[in-house]
């Protein structure tokens, strides 16, 4: 069975600083995987997503994520974090087999002027 | 339409009461997701239409809760005999078919208060 764990609830950096969001997945074949941005009071928007190739994949608004297939990791990344940048950050994990497409728990993210 | 969209965007129900929730996917888009955020909590996947057929219901937190979809378009999420339990916001998702690589996009979400 698929599964995603973000560890961190809570991630708090400062303005300009580089920031990372931690995921790590599971699944039983080669995944697909995918990090997803919700700001308040709006919906789920899509960030960016790995298929295959570079492992370094590039998104939406400076957002990159590295995909590690011997740690199972797929960190998102930014190397200067902007205050419009906190939100809830989910990654998700889709098993190659299917659409079934698993969340994990969601960090939120806190960048201070 | 131009995104997908979900109706009612709120909705307040008493316990024991029947609910429809509704979602409009993106025109074209074949593969249709319903998942349950509650406060505070990550998304739970519920089901998933692949056209108008269900292979995957196993989300389904009980057998209160069903989803249909027909045309291959609107998908209607029924809960029966609604329980406090039951607030949250489901939210719907709509991807293209042709690859399974595709991300998905999110409507709005239905906010459901069970009092």
């Known amino acids: 069975a698929q599964s995603v764990a973000q560890p961190e609830d809570q991630v708090n950096v400062a303005e300009g600083n580089p920031l990372t969001v931690k995921c790590t997945y599971s699944v039983s074949g080669n995944p697909y995987l995918f990090w997803y941005v919700q700001y308040p009071n709006r919906g789920l928007q899509f960030l960016l997503k790995y298929i295959t190739g570079d492992n370094l994949v590039k998104g939406s608004y400076g957002f990159e994520a590295e995909f590690n297939k011997s740690q199972t990791s797929f960190h998102l990344k930014k190397p200067s974090a902007l205050v419009s940048d906190s939100a809830l950050y989910f990654c998700?994990?889709?098993?190659?087999?299917?659409?079934?497409?698993?969340f994990g728990a969601g960090t939120r993210l806190f960048v201070k002027a | 339409g131009a995104g997908v969209s979900q109706s009612p965007s709120n909705k307040v129900t008493e316990k024991g009461k029947d609910v429809e929730l509704r979602c409009d996917p993106i025109s074209g888009h074949t593969a249709l997701y319903w998942y349950r955020q509650s406060l505070g909590q990550g998304l739970e996947f519920l089901i998933y239409f692949q056209g108008n057929s269900a292979p995957d219901k196993s989300g389904l937190p009980s057998d209160r809760f069903s989803a249909e979809r027909t045309g291959g378009s609107v998908s209607t999420l029924t809960i029966q005999r609604t329980q406090q339990e039951d607030s949250a916001v489901y939210l719907c998702a709509s991807s293209l078919f042709t690859s399974m690589n595709t991300e998905a996009f999110f409507g709005q979400g239905t906010r459901l208060t069970v009092v």
């Open positions: 998700a994990v889709r098993d190659i087999g299917g659409f079934k497409t698993i």
